[in-house]
Structure formats: C-alpha cells, structure tokens
C-alpha cells in the first residue's frame, strides 16, 4: 500500500511538472495548436530551450498519456514514472518558467562611441576588451555600427611609409565609410523567446541581423544596456545538471 501512494505521488509530481512545461510552451511558441507535441515540433526548430529538451519532451508525452490515459482503475496507473525521470521533468520546468529576460544573456556595459570621438578610443577599446563591433551615437541618437573590419580598411587606404596618422583621425570619417549593419532595438523587459524570434524573422527575409540593442524602453535614443548577437543566443546554456 505504501509503495502504491508513493506511485501516486510520483505520478502526481510528473503531471504538475509537465503541465508546467506545456503551459510555458504555449506562451513562447504562441500557435493556434496547443497540443503538447505539436508545440515542441514547432518550437524546437525556433527556440533553443525547446530543442535542448525535445527528445526528452517527446518521451514525457508518451509516459504522461500513459499515466493520464489508460488509468486501469482509481489508483492504478499502467504506467509509472521513477523518482528520476520525476526530478528531471521538474527541473525542466524550473528552466521553463525561471524569467527569462534577454538582458541576462547580453553583453552588459556596452562600450559605445559619439560620432565626434577619437579613433584613438576605439582602438584601445579594441585593444583592452577585444570587441569588435561599437554601437555609435551622432546627436544622442543610434547612427550605426562601427567595426574593427572598417577600421582596418580605413587604415589600409590611408596609410602613407607604412604607417599612418590617427592622432587627428575621428569617427565620423570612418562611418562614411562603414557598410549598413542592421540592428533591432528592444526594451529591457523583452524575454529571450522574443528575441529569438527577432532574428528568426530577420533570416526568413534574408536580412542579416547583425545585433540586438537593449535600452530601457527600445529607443534609438537611449543609453544601451545590453548587447546580443547571433553567438550569444547560440551560447545559451539550458542544461539542468
């Protein structure tokens, strides 16, 4: 009898852990079909915590039909989770439902630049913090990404004996030359699906999202609290051991 209510209490476990997970699946997959298995065949190819999780997901949604579905009777279920298979479902759902907002995985204290700045400062930027890419400002207003690649080609066309003169070298005569680099902005509230989803949308169109900029309010004329890259959102770590 004892052995009985602790199956139960196993079962009971797994089913609130797996409603939480399904329950947080909705929200970041947000489709028309909430089916459980449905929303990890979508997500999981859109999302990175989902695709950490899918082949486990998947077998949960087996064990959890059984469990819920072919009940024999009152207190005897066909199928039975371990105190394993319990605890890694809960985990998962802790990962599911921890706040996820997309400024725990930026760049935090974003070195930025004024339109006006010496060339000087973003060399030894380059040089202490090995950044490649500088959020640049003209008027207090977003104006563009500045890249070290840029930098060296600038350097290339004027260099005069091998060698040239940056003393009197600013940013505003490199931007003229810097390529587009497209970027989003979001406010500091944004979770991680929505940016997930920002670069997502940005690939179906082909346009190359270069980085997402995060600000208190995701204006172009706010102080940037974060930056994220594609890298940043590939280096996610969703593991639960």
């Known amino acids: 009898m004892k052995q009985m209510k602790k199956g139960q209490v196993l079962s009971e476990r797994f089913e609130v852990a797996f409603n939480q997970v399904h329950d947080a699946m909705k929200d970041i997959v947000k489709i028309n079909d909430d089916r459980f298995v449905v929303l990890v065949k979508v997500g999981a190819k859109k999302y990175q915590i989902i695709e950490t999780f899918k082949k486990d997901l998947e077998q949960y949604a087996k064990l959890r039909n059984a469990i819920v579905h072919e009940k024999m009777q009152v207190g005897y279920y066909i ?120 670069f997502e949308k940005s690939h179906k169109v082909k346009k190359k999202l270069e980085a997402v900029i995060i600000t208190e309010n995701g204006k172009k004329d706010e102080t940037p609290l974060g930056i994220i890259t594609p890298w940043d959102l590939i280096e996610i770590d969703y593991t639960v051991d």
């Open 79 to 198: 199928a039975e989770p371990n105190a394993k298979v319990v605890e890694h479902i809960e985990k998962i759902a802790n990962v599911f439902n921890r706040p996820n907002y997309a400024l725990s995985i930026a760049t935090k204290n974003v070195l930025y630049f004024d339109y006006n700045d010496s060339i000087l400062k973003v060399t030894e930027a380059i040089r202490q913090y090995n950044y490649s890419k500088f959020p640049v400002y003209k008027n207090k207003e977003f104006a563009g990404l500045l890249t070290a690649s840029s930098i060296v080609k600038w350097m290339a066309q004027n260099m005069v004996s091998t060698s040239v003169d940056l003393d009197d070298t600013h940013i505003s005569d490199i931007m003229k030359y810097e390529k587009d680099h497209p970027v989003d902005f979001v406010a500091k509230s944004t979770n991680i699906f929505d940016v997930e989803t920002i």
